[in-house]
């Protein structure tokens, strides 16, 4: 491809509401462009890298056997109605209705329409397993759409549904999509970590999300170093650990005037958040729930959210508290007990431990205050309600946790019956007997993992892309005015072309800084620089863009000198393969 008949529409300057560097650098290297919030159009440049993305995870799904389809983005509510996810899906929905006045929404995801395609098709255990997929558009109305591609409004993904007799043949699936993520993201030149996750909306049991260590994840990772554990914040179970410095002291009232948060009781009284007993009030989905935790400890809404089995939590108001007897800020055991309030004990609250807690009346705290004396214990359910912090003990070792941040790029579940119940998806087993499916679910975001990839090799002067997903492998620029030097540097090119090297000759009528600054901006893996040397003795330089290592090369013929690229780039590609193993 020769530039001079190609886009590359790249720009100096930083977008401006581009805050990380993959969303400013695929905006600068003229990769895509923004349409509208959360809406990006792909250049050229951009569609090619999206494209042998989207080729890598289909090669790799396809070597695991499973099959290609597509469907449908606009998708009937009568299937979602059907799996009752119409409406616990809230927000994030996009849904319209035609002409006839029918409902559809813009898919966010399959599960419904591939269980409606695939239940007539499967009839007996002879059928399964079957791991079907696409890599498609979806929709999502993000709350807040951000970083770029990484999340918006409307992206490509690969999803796959695996349907089977029995639990076994769905864990051998699911271990087989473990270890053909495990190749994707390697060939991408991503490394990632398949930390345990929470099944949310999908329903189901386990479930993996491999996830990008980055400052920019909005994940909350929980690594333990000495025996490998990792998970997701929101499902990392908290190991109770009795609070070294407990308190004994009987109980009195203080005053505490304007100290409503932890830390202002704990600084205005000169004792630990761990000595403070915390009181979170919410609605859940209507209900209402106090849950009483350690002062030093948030609330995991995830957690609550799973025991609950509810959808959407928020803080009660002013009103609802005072319906049900709280004072904002100063609750604490002793309230007057309400039908309403369904009362929770995070387990790392001691049931027998002195706290100060808020003493039910404005501007006063309680200390002495001990949970035994006021619940009964089998009247108030007991259960691991707080967020993980970093230190706490391993849940499998007990070494001491520790937190990064991580972008998702991909996730895994066992979905189980949820779906086939509701679809009602059976088989004939081997006696004949109807039994119902079990299933699996795979999601890739494409367009996410490019942007993390850039995420993962930047540098000052742009991106440098792996070998596999680049625009081009070469970019070779020149210098040279005269019809007869050109003419030479095309022999080159087209020696390049004809080998199966792919390069993008920059030919236009720039100046060479302009070009180099390109071709380090987009990242091309290699560049090659053909000026006056090359006209007077045959001399090539080589650029490793990731290393920025130059090297000039001598050679008597094109032959000699594209054995030499091929070989260079072989080098690029096995030190990607070696992530393979
Ligand atoms: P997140 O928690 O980041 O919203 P999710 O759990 O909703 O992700 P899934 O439903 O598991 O995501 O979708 C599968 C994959 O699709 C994700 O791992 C991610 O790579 C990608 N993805 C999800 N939402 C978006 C989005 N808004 N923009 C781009 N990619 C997305
Ligand atoms: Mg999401």
Redesign the pocket.
């Known amino acids: 491809m020769k530039a001079s008949s190609y886009l590359i529409p790249t720009t100096k300057d930083d977008p401006q509401d581009a805050v990380v560097a993959s969303h400013k650098l695929m905006l600068r290297a003229g990769l895509v462009r923004k349409s509208s919030s959360?809406l990006y159009s792909y250049l050229p440049l951009g569609l090619r890298i999206l494209k042998k993305i989207e080729g890598i995870v289909r090669e790799e799904m396809d070597a695991a056997s499973a099959l290609e389809f597509q469907l449908p983005i606009l998708t009937p509510s009568e299937i979602w109605k059907e799996s009752g996810r119409w409406d616990k899906m809230g927000k994030e929905m996009f849904r319209l209705r035609d002409r006839h006045d029918s409902e559809s929404c813009l898919g966010?995801?399959h599960e419904e329409s591939f269980c409606v395609l695939v239940k007539p098709m499967v009839r007996s255990y002879k059928d399964l397993p079957i791991n079907v997929y696409q890599i498609h558009t979806?929709f999502?109305d993000?709350i807040r759409?951000r970083f770029g591609?990484?999340?918006?409004?409307e992206?490509t993904?690969k999803?796959a549904y695996s349907f089977h007799l029995d639990d076994d043949s769905l864990d051998r699936t699911y271990q087989k999509m473990r270890t053909t993520y495990r190749r994707i993201f390697a060939r991408l030149g991503l490394t990632t970590i398949p930390v345990q996750a929470d099944s949310?909306n999908?329903g189901g049991s386990a479930s993996e999300?491999?996830m990008v260590v980055s400052p920019i994840g909005?994940?909350t990772l929980t690594l333990c170093d000495s025996c490998g554990y990792s998970g997701n914040i929101e499902k990392t179970p908290v190991v109770v650990v009795k609070n070294p410095n407990p308190k004994k002291e009987e109980e009195a009232v203080v005053e505490t005037p304007g100290q409503k948060s932890i830390t202002d009781v704990a600084n205005f009284l000169s004792i630990r958040p761990e000595n403070c007993l915390k009181a979170v009030a919410l609605s859940c989905d209507g209900k209402y729930v106090l849950v009483f935790l350690r002062g030093e400890r948030e609330l995991n809404e995830n957690k609550l959210k799973n025991h609950l089995n509810t959808n959407e939590l928020r803080p009660m108001s002013q009103t609802e508290l005072t319906q049900v007897g709280l004072v904002a800020g100063f609750i604490g055991p002793g309230f007057v007990p309400s039908k309403d309030l369904l009362v929770l004990v995070d387990s790392l609250a001691d049931w027998n431990e002195a706290y100060v807690s808020g003493a039910n009346e404005f501007d006063k705290h309680k200390k002495g205050v001990v949970l035994s004396k006021y619940f009964k214990s089998d009247e108030v359910q007991v259960l691991d309600l707080s967020q993980s912090l970093p230190g706490d003990p391993c849940p499998n070792c007990n070494s001491p946790l520790k937190a990064e941040k991580g972008i998702?790029?991909?996730?895994i579940f066992k979905l189980g019956q949820k779906y086939s119940k509701a679809f009602d998806i059976t088989v004939l087993n081997d006696k004949g007997k109807a039994t119902t499916t079990t299933m699996g679910c795979y999601?890739?975001?494409i367009?996410?993992?490019m942007a993390t990839v850039i995420e993962q090799c930047n540098d000052d002067k742009g991106i440098y892309w792996p070998i596999s997903i680049a625009p081009f492998e070469v970019c070779l620029v020149s210098i040279a005015k005269n019809p007869e030097d050109i003419s030479k540097i095309e022999k080159i090119y087209s020696a390049l072309k004809a080998s199966g090297v792919e390069v993008l000759w920059d030919d236009r009528d720039l100046g060479p800084g302009f070009k180099f600054k390109d071709s380090e901006l987009i990242g091309f893996p290699v560049r090659l620089t053909i000026g006056k040397g090359f006209l007077e003795k045959n001399e090539i330089t080589i650029l490793n863009r990731k290393t920025m290592e130059e090297t000039t090369h001598n050679f008597t013929t094109e032959e000699n000198f594209v054995t030499e690229v091929k070989a260079l780039l072989e080098n690029l590609r096995k030190e990607l393969a070696a992530k393979l193993t």
């Open positions: 959360g966010p995801t979806k999502r993000e759409p591609v990484i999340r918006s409004r992206f993904m999803d949310g999908m999300e491999f909005e994940e998702e790029v991909g996730h999601g890739i975001g367009n996410r993992c």
